[in-house]
T-cell receptor, first 112, second 115 residues
Framework: GDSVTQMEGPVTLSEEAFLTINCTYTATGYPSLFWYVQYPGEGLQLLLKATKADDKGSNKGFEATYRKETTSFHLEKGSVQVSDSAVYFCALSSYNNNDMRFGAGTRLTVKP | DGGITQSPKYLFRKEGQNVTLSCEQNLNHDAMYWYRQDPGQGLRLIYYSQIVNDFQKGDIAEGYSVSREKKESFPLTVTSAQKNPTAFYLC??????????????FGEGSRLTVL
């Protein structure tokens, strides 16, 4: 079945460092891809999405490009802030499923 | 403001007791979902419902039950048959099934601890 694999954490960075969180997927057909963020004690919020190959999703300085040839959707940010500390989930949705498939989550801690 | 409300935020249960977690949405969404979150395992789907009076099992439905009598409400009952119920439970909704719109809106979660 469809699935998502993302890099294990935790990831600890200093403020203003560059962030990459890797995400790869397995799916039949053409899924839509998402990054969700979860701040401590809260539910998940949509961060960005891409619905077709070569699309780039972006929001709050974060970006991810839908790469069909490498089945990847890596999350990047050029300069992280302390307020970016959270757990990040890669996810996919496809016409084969009635639900969203999530990766295991990557915890990011940004230190001042 | 529109959103999803889960209650209670924290719940303690003795072994052998059933508990019900509430989920209400005022987004006029058709589809609703329950996920379970455990450390290091991401989110796993328990049940989902795409229309009133209809619901389907997800990957880990054993030991859980749901109902969908109203569009706005999708309560989850954790029964005594659930062997390891201590977890963080998240309710979500979407305008239609995720195969159509792909975006989920989440509540703030309910943390259940079995004593």
């Amino acid at each position: 079945g469809d699935s998502v694999t993302q890099m294990e954490g935790p990831v600890t960075l200093s403020e203003e460092a560059f962030l990459t969180i890797n995400c790869t997927y397995t799916a039949t057909g053409y899924p839509s891809l998402f990054w969700y963020v979860q701040y401590p004690g809260e539910g998940l919020q949509l961060l960005l999405k891409a619905t077709k190959a070569d699309d780039k999703g972006s929001n709050k300085g974060f970006e991810a490009t839908y790469r069909k040839e490498t089945t990847s959707f890596h999350l990047e940010k050029g300069s992280v802030q302390v307020s970016d500390s959270a757990v990040y989930f890669c996810a996919l949705s496809s016409y084969n499923n009635n639900d969203m498939r999530f990766g295991a989550g990557t915890r990011l801690t940004v230190k001042p | 403001d529109g959103g999803i409300t889960q209650s209670p935020k924290y719940l303690f249960r003795k072994e052998g007791q059933n508990v019900t977690l509430s989920c209400e949405q005022n987004l006029n969404h058709d589809a609703m979902y329950w996920y379970r979150q455990d450390p290091g395992q991401g989110l796993r789907l328990i049940y989902y419902s795409q229309i009133v009076n209809d619901f389907q099992k997800g990957d880990i439905a054993e030991g859980y039950s749901v109902s969908r009598e109203k569009k706005e409400s999708f309560p989850l009952t954790v029964t005594s048959a659930q062997k390891n119920p201590t977890a963080f439970y998240l309710c979500a909704s979407s305008k239609a099934g995720t195969k159509i719109t792909g975006e989920l809106f989440f509540g703030e979660g309910s943390r259940l601890t079995v004593l």
